[in-house]
């Protein structure tokens, strides 16, 4: 690109904000940032050694190994045993915090210690032998979500050991159970809201700086994320043998409403966060394709434009409610007509989206009432956050030192997060990705296989969460 047009480029960027942002406070005692670094590479590698995969979780572990850390550098930590009414023993919630002056209201830092489980029969090493090699620290949980977490952890002990003043207080959470029930998460909110009477915002899982071809796309902090809304369709009929086809074979039924629900196509829907994000993203475009990115509203009505952001499956999945057919039962001798047919849907909704609408139109597309639904999972509180506020400041200001051209956008998660049952304090919950990780290791790692993050990237999550903390007072 010309200098001239990135000159450009630039000036389209609001400066406002850095031009009157105030001197962030400093450290009073030098960080031996090359000293932390290792230091953060084997806490890595030494928390993902802990088997934490869910089920059955086994938090505890994971929780005392973090406790022991904080505890020597000087913090007060407790394990909160509130879910284990739910979840069982050995499951806690595990809460300290670094106390500032107060002036402001405090930051959490949020993490959960369980990990899904890992197929070993597809890693090239231990997913829970806390591999470090050709620069990389290998596990479970490397990006989903330990690693986050360390560098949360790092963040806050550079902090405390450097003395830099704070006006906010930062909490630390890490929570069980967050890939199955989010039962940990609950029962913090539900059993210890005075422990979060004071936050105003929280950080966690969520956000997404990609790599593509060796190139930063973006910074992505998630404000806004899909809402699962799980229906099971059970068809009753009457079991017979398979020799002799009767009107009453359950299957076809289940078929033929799902090819309704398979073919249908959900309407195009533009939510605010996602608005900013294609026009943030246009500045990378141009000709035609720029112009439909700066005004997505515009372009879901153009019919190739349509069917151009449509081709991508993320664009797609931001723009709609989606629906997945996933699991499918009938019978399981192929000569027997079974009495019940099934099937599992994953329906996934827009943040704004009224669940009870939304079913109501697919049940008249089925239009049989032979076709039972049943919600499997409810969709959580809807989580839509604002981006005008102190700490989506201090991300574009940390994020712009790194990348002065980057682009630091609102980036919506199609997968669902511990978020909205914070949110439901009213605390303002952003996704931040303290890495920036190649577009195929995310892809291949998170819930996958050979899940990795660079030790270069490890220091960078750190020092990076430290700016954003420091920047945010
Ligand atoms: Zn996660």
Known sequence: MP?????????????????QAP?????????DWEKLRGETAQALADYMKINTANPPGNEIE???????ILEREGFEVQILDTAASVLGPRRPNLYTRLKGSGAKK?????HHIDVVPADTRYWTVDPYGGVIKDGYVYGRGALDM???GIAHLMAMIALKRSGVPLTRDILYIANSDEELGSTGAIALVEHHPELLRDVEFLITEGGNNPIVDGKLQYYGVS???KRTFWQRLTVHGVPSHGSRPTKHNPVPKLVRALNKLGSYETPLHVTPGVEKYFRDISRSYTGEQRAWLA??????????????????VYWNAILRNTISLTVLQGSNKTNVIPA???ADVDIRLLPDQNPDSVLGVLTRLVNDTSVHWRTLLAPKTPLENPVNTDLFSAIERASRDRDPDALVTTYMLTAATDRPTYRRLGIITYGLSPFKVDAADNQRGVHGNDERVSVENVAFGVKYVYDILRYAQ
């Not at 994971?62 to 022991?68: E, P, R, T, V, Y």
């Not at 405090?106 to 949020?110: E, K, N, R, S, T």
Request: overall charge positive; cysteine-free.
């Open 295 to 312: 005004n997505i509203r515009r372009a879901v009505t153009i019919p190739r434009a349509r069917q151009w952001l449509q081709s991508d």
């Open 3 to 19: 200098p001239f047009v990135r000159a450009l480029l630039r000036l389209a960027v609001p400066t406002s904000l850095l031009a």
């Open 146 to 148: 330990k690693g986050e």
């Open 340 to 342: 019940e047919a099934t």
């Open 62 to 68: 994971g929780a005392l190994f973090l406790k022991g």
């Open 23 to 31: 001197a962030p406070p400093e450290p009073s005692r030098a960080i």
């Open 223 to 225: 404000v806004a994320e």
């Open 106 to 110: 405090a930051i959490a830092l949020v």
